[in-house]
Each structure stands twice: as C-alpha cells, then as structure tokens.
C-alpha cells in the first residue's frame, strides 16, 4: 500500500530561524516522486519542491530543502529563514509511476511563524 | 495566463440533486486529476485521466463519475448528492504521467449538501 505520514499536525517557529516539517512515505514501487505543497489561509496548493526516487542529491529551492533519506523512507521539508509568509498548511505528496501513477497526500503541518 | 479553473467555486445544494463541477485547464496537460480536502485527513483522490477517454480511480471514488472527452475539460459529477460528500475539491492537471511533473491546482470548490 501506499502512504504517506505526516506527524506533525501544528508546529510554531520564531521569525528568521529554521524549521523542518517530517514527512515519511512507503511505498513498493521502486519509481516515485515526493512534493511539498504549501496552502496558505487562502485556500490555493503552491507547489515548493520535488524530489525524485533516483535523485542522488537532496532538492533545493531558494529557502526550502528537501532531506531526502531513502533508507528511512523519509522527505523532510526544511525552510530556513522563516518568514510570516511562511505561516500557511504544508502537505507532502508522493507520485508512483508504475502502480497506477497516482498522488497520495499527507494530512498536513499547519506552520505559524511568530514574530 | 496557464490555469486550471473550476466552476462553481460555492455551491450549496441538497441530497439527491445531481451536480457538475467542470475543470478546464489550458495548458494541453495530459494528466487530470480531481481531489477532495476535508479536515485532518488531507487531500484524497478521487478520480485522475492520463488522457482522452482514459480515467481511473483514486482512493475515494465511491458517489463520483468523470468524463474525460476532451483533453482540457475534466467534469466531476455526483449523481446524488449525500451529506458527506460536503467537502473541498480540488482539481488539478500536470503536463503528463512523468514523476517530476508537479500538477497545478484550480482555486477549489466548496460544496455544502445538506
């Protein structure tokens, strides 16, 4: 089956420092793709990043990182340099290829960044 | 601009009355996809196409239909309503089935059935 965890349902980060949002997965297809989107108060899905299963290297874009840990099955989000626009939900997501090429979502990290 | 619209954006109906939320996206996308977001449980797919005449089922499909007739329109219909398919629903398209293509999200709908 596959999934995808996310354990944190609120965190709290002081303005300028960095925060990392967990997200595990597992799945038995051996090609797949993780995201993280951001919805702010909003309601629209922002995509942040990508990482692909057979990326050797950790994603990056401007402020956000993806740690990727295949071994542990995780794809932590790391946003360094919080800001208040920062505050918003942070869904992780997972695309498989080869069992039927769907998106399975977390159930979210509300973030809020404290001034 | 590149986007993927839904219509309606509200919409309150009752039990048992059939309803459409259309989703055109103008991007030639080849991959759509419909969701559903409700509190504590995230986004959930329901259906998703990889192109014309070509739909399959997401974890959630039971109370929804699709069509995918043409390759930027992507209507979810309930054929009757129930109460607890009052949700968010989102739907969303990516250029093709390829791993690193993101999808891009419509603005969503809010249903209400009461």
């Known amino acids: 089956a596959q999934k995808i965890t996310q354990t944190q349902p609120g965190m709290f980060v002081q303005e300028k420092e960095a925060v990392t949002l967990d997200c595990t997965y597992d799945?038995?297809?051996?090609?797949?793709?993780l995201f993280w989107y951001k919805q702010p108060s909003s309601g629209e899905m922002i995509f942040l990043i990508y990482?692909?299963?057979?990326?050797?290297q950790n994603a990056t874009e401007g402020r956000y990182s993806l740690n990727f840990q295949k071994a542990r099955k995780s794809a932590n989000l790391v946003i360094s340099a919080s800001q208040l626009g920062d505050s918003a939900m942070y869904f992780c997501?997972?695309?498989?290829?080869?069992?039927?090429?769907?998106?399975?979502f977390g159930t979210g990290t509300s973030l809020t960044v404290i001034p | 601009e590149a986007q993927v619209t839904q219509n309606p954006r509200y919409l309150i109906t009752v039990t048992g009355k059939k309803l459409t939320v259309t989703c055109s996206q103008n991007?030639?996308?080849?991959?759509m996809s419909w969701y559903r977001q409700d509190p504590g449980l995230g986004l959930r797919q329901i259906y998703y196409?990889?192109?014309?005449?070509?739909?399959d089922k997401g974890d959630v499909p039971e109370g929804y239909k699709v069509s995918r007739k043409e390759k930027r329109n992507f209507p979810l219909i309930l054929e009757s309503p129930s109460p607890n398919q009052t949700s968010l629903y989102f739907c969303?398209?990516?250029?093709?089935?390829?791993?690193?293509?993101?999808?891009?999200f419509g603005p969503g709908t809010r249903l209400l059935v009461l």
């Open positions: 799945t038995s297809d051996p090609s797949y793709g």
């Open positions: 997501a997972m695309r498989v290829y080869y069992t039927g090429n769907q998106f399975y």
């Open positions: 990482q692909g299963s057979y990326d050797q």
């Open positions: 991007m030639n996308h080849e991959y």
């Open positions: 196409s990889m192109n014309v005449e070509v739909t």
């Open positions: 969303a398209s990516s250029f093709s089935r390829e791993l690193g293509e993101t999808q891009y």
